[in-house]
């Protein structure tokens, strides 16, 4: 090992690199089953469904269901809306006799016809129905969010549509109304004024005790945090530029309407909060639309047409988050299932605008132990379950240990006490679960051990990941992660199958990102958590890669009316729209993807109307980046729409998408799209721009000035030393196992050991393929060497057989020559031939086949090491 240090010239770095080398050379369904109720009958159903009010509302009418339909409206839908607390106050016979009384409680017929009648509910598209617009607008929400009052309405309406499972909604587009490029302002670059006018005198002077990362009870957004680069980024979503006048900036509604944490009197302190904003937007210029650029109308993100996540498979959903309040201190379960688990935001949790929690410093959020009991109830009726959430870790250091991992999702009683918890440690995503063959903590009595990804696969990023756990008696337990059952070899698969729930406790709770016991130890669990979804069954691998597949958060069409670009008379082509896919991916982005043409008047363009150059603008001004439209050229034409299926109508124009970067925020951003060239109008002359001047490196103290090779360039090189294609099917199979463990990036400060071992196993493939095939190696060493003689014949001290192998390594490592931080070709062969000694030191019948072995060694040894990952 000693030898190995010699070859480089950078010791420590050199040392790492080779020792590891040569060491590795050695429809949510809402079931009628929930809270103790029977089986629902077709003649005359029993509607204690567990989701009234209170669990135990139940129809006590004479008249019975006359069709099945009202069975399964009755069923699903009426039995949640019917209590006094909730649409029966009204629209029912027993109280305020409101039309429509679709709560009525004496003829469940009469109630079905109130409802289909007057409209209030859509079957092709349950989020659309007018009962759930009107909840959702806050019309008698029996919730302090009226979204997720229209949401759980939603989900039961979605179980009367159809059958449980996999629903897809049609999409019927909606022309937004016109509306005109406006000239907008946005927050500059420079955040002095921001400081001056809104920083120190109020949010540094006021806030700073809990919005700050250095206060003792932090509290994101850390808007009045010390950095005011910090402050600036997380104030902008608080304060609307675009009317300072009204009282809708957050920093004003939390003041005057919510009475938050108020410096003296709530209605003269919200007052003064919005001088300072009205003062602060007059430091502002308004950004002025170039008048030369061809543009389409304007819309916002409350002007699109909302995409529902149709296509997810949510038969046996029992508990649902998806995190879209964006406000107050409860996340809503909206699974419809009662009693709601609802969790309360616990400490340092934020929200995120794209759908989302963000949970810091030992925040969690948490149900009640009262509400979390239907876990305990339905979980164990079934026998198996499914956790599955969409998360982003803050980074892979977290976690105390595989058996003591940062809790993402927990239902437990304590830090050593649980049913089950999904955690992460580092890379791995961890399952402890209460079974027959586990302990009280969920660990395992084979081993003693956590149920873990494998430390090698490094299967958690610091990056948007669906990570889904299920468990059942006869699989066991098994992890997916974006879709992908990582479990199904069987070197991976649960060691404790077959196992059984067992001794859970009913009087845990349901936990995220910390254990309940709230303490700030390695259980807490930093990062964005998007969704969580707990199945009383263990979803399949196909449905799983489903709900993959759908993606998570707020999705949108935006629709950009282009009618009076494509001709001189603006009525020809009315309705005519450009569509984006437009996803908020986080706080600082949306995603707008896949554009195509649509004309929502049934206006036929027979022929050929050009279109060049499309980019997309946000608040008076092109985006100055992202703009991967910039080189389409299409032309529109009513021929080269789809004809059937779901895209019917639709002349798709490009299946590229980009981000583009968010200026005031999703409620006031207004976006808007232009074109070089549309119809018969002059093209738009853009000007050239010119090229930025040079800028010198920065020379950052301790900086690497050597980089590492990335995976794709490690095989490619690795390939090119060898003469082994890539395509060899041996070569292949190893490449594909260790590609996400090689370095993605080029920055010698994240290189891990883990790395280092995969780049040797496939140094090893490839000089393994070389040195097996006699005709390779003949070329590659030349004809003639007695690869099949002992070895120690074969290379004794300072013989030529040693120079014939060690020297085309060396010649085609050093080709190129050398650069101060690698080692020599001398130093390497100093230790090559260290490393023949070394092997050929054998006695015996060991020798005799040990020539072949011994030359493989050699080439993993030199194409494995720094001389060939760094540059």
Not at 32 to 56: A, E, Q
Not at 326 to 347: E, F, V
Not at 446 to 475: E, I, K, S, W, Y
Request: neutral net charge; hydrophobic residues 35%; proline residues 4%.
């Amino acid at each position: 090992m000693n030898n190995l240090m010699l070859i480089s010239s950078t010791k420590n770095i050199k040392y790492l690199l080779r020792s590891l080398s040569i060491l590795a050379i050695t429809s949510l369904v809402l079931t009628s089953c929930g809270s103790g109720s029977k089986t629902p009958n077709k003649t005359n159903p029993n509607t204690n469904n567990g989701n009234g009010s209170g669990g135990s509302f139940t129809y006590k009418g004479e008249k019975q269901a006359a069709t099945p339909d009202v069975i399964k409206f009755q069923t699903e839908l009426w039995v949640n809306i019917a209590p006094a607390d909730r649409c029966g106050g009204c629209h029912s016979d027993s109280s305020a006799k409101q039309s429509p009384m679709f709560a009525r409680g004496d003829d469940i017929n009469l109630a079905y016809e109130a409802v289909i009648s007057n409209n209030l509910v859509s079957l092709a598209s349950p989020s659309e129905s007018r009962i759930v617009s009107k909840v959702s607008s806050g019309h008698h929400c029996w919730l302090k969010d009226p979204v997720a009052c229209g949401d759980t309405i939603t989900t039961w309406i979605t179980k009367w549509a159809g059958e449980a499972g996999t629903t897809t909604n049609t999409v019927v587009l909606k022309a937004p109304a016109v509306k005109d490029i406006g000239n907008a302002k946005t927050f500059p670059l420079d955040s002095t004024a921001f400081e001056e006018i809104i920083h120190k005198p109020f949010l540094l002077k006021y806030c700073s005790n809990c919005h700050s990362e250095s206060a003792l009870t932090k509290q994101q957004p850390y808007f009045a945090s010390g950095d005011i680069a910090v402050a600036y980024e997380a104030a902008k979503t608080k304060i609307r530029l675009d009317n300072p006048k009204e009282k809708d900036s957050r920093f004003v509604v939390r003041l005057g309407t919510d009475f938050h944490n108020c410096w003296s009197d709530c209605v003269a302190n919200s007052k003064e909060m919005l001088e300072a904003i009205e003062k602060y937007a007059l430091t502002l210029d308004a950004v002025k639309i170039d008048p030369a650029l061809i543009v389409s109308k304007a819309v916002g993100l409350s002007d699109a047409f909302v995409l529902s996540s149709g296509g997810r498979v949510d038969t046996n959903l029992i508990a649902k988050y998806e995190f879209k309040s964006g406000k107050g201190t409860i996340a809503y379960d909206t699974s419809g299932i009662s009693p709601a688990a609802d969790l309360n935001l616990i400490g340092n949790v934020g929200w995120s605008s794209a759908w989302g929690i963000k949970i810091r410093d030992a925040g969690r959020a948490q149900a009640s132990t009262a509400n979390s009991r239907k876990l305990f109830d339905l979980i164990n009726g079934s026998g198996e379950y499914t956790i599955e959430t969409w998360i982003i870790p803050d980074n892979v250091t977290q976690g105390g240990n595989d058996n003591n991992p940062s809790r993402i999702v927990s239902y437990s009683g304590s830090d050593t006490v649980r049913n089950f918890t999904l955690g992460q440690y580092e890379y791995n995503y961890d399952f402890l679960n209460r079974t027959t063959k586990s302990d009280a903590n969920g660990l395992s009595l084979t081993n003693g051990d956590a149920f873990h990804t494998n430390d090698t696969d490094q299967r958690v990023q610091a990056t948007l990941q669906h990570a889904v756990v299920t468990f059942d008696p006869v699989n066991g337990r098994k992890i997916y992660v974006n879709g992908e059952d990582i479990t199904q070899n069987a070197k991976d698969q649960d060691p404790d199958k077959p196992a059984s729930l067992k001794d859970w406790d009913s009087n845990f709770a349901l936990v995220v990102g910390n254990e309940v016991t709230g303490n700030a130890t390695a259980s807490n669990w930093s990062g964005n958590m998007r969704f969580l979804g707990i199945h009383k069954r263990a979803m399949s691998a196909a449905d799983i890669a489903a709900n993959y597949k759908v993606g998570v958060g707020a999705k949108y069409l935006l629709l950009f009316n282009i009618s009076e670009l494509l001709d001189t008379d603006a009525t020809k082509y009315s309705g005519s729209f450009i569509v984006f896919e437009v996803q908020q991916i986080d706080d600082y982005g949306y995603l707008f993807a896949n554009p195509f043409f649509v004309n929502l008047d049934g206006k036929m363009i027979d022929s050929d109307i050009p279109l060049q150059g499309v980019r997309i603008g946000v608040n008076g001004e092109e985006a100055p980046v992202g703009q991967v439209f910039a080189n389409l050229t299409a032309s529109l034409n009513s021929g080269k729409m789809d004809t059937a299926g779901e895209t019917k109508g639709r002349q798709y124009l490009s299946n590229l998408g980009t981000v583009i970067a968010a200026k005031n925020g999703p409620d006031t951003d207004q976006f808007f799209i232009t074109f070089d060239k549309i119809g018969s109008r002059p093209a738009y002359n853009r000007p050239v721009p010119s090229a930025p001047a040079a800028v010198e490196p920065a020379a950052v103290v301790g900086q690497p000035q050597i980089g590492l090779r990335r995976f794709a360039e490690i095989n490619a090189t690795l390939s090119v030393l060898t003469g082994v294609p890539t395509s060899n099917p041996a070569v292949y199979t190893v490449y594909q196992k260790v590609q996400q463990q090689l370095p993605t990036l080029a920055n010698l400060d994240g290189f891990l050991a883990a790395q280092q071992m995969g780049i040797t196993q496939l140094a090893v493939s490839y000089c393994n393929a070389l040195v097996s095939d006699p005709t390779s190696r003949d070329q590659y060493f030349g004809s003639g060497f007695p690869f099949t003689a002992p070895v120690a014949a074969v290379f004794p001290a300072d013989s030529a057989n040693r120079d014939q192998i060690i020297n085309p390594l060396l010649n085609r490592l050093f080709a190129n020559g050398s650069v101060s931080s690698q080692p020599t070709a001398a130093e390497m062969k100093t230790v090559l031939n260290a490393l023949i000694t070394n092997m050929a030191n054998c006695s015996g019948n060991a020798c005799n086949n040990r020539t072949l072995t011994t030359v493989k060694a050699t080439c993993s040894a030199a194409f494995g090491s720094a001389a060939m990952l760094l540059q």
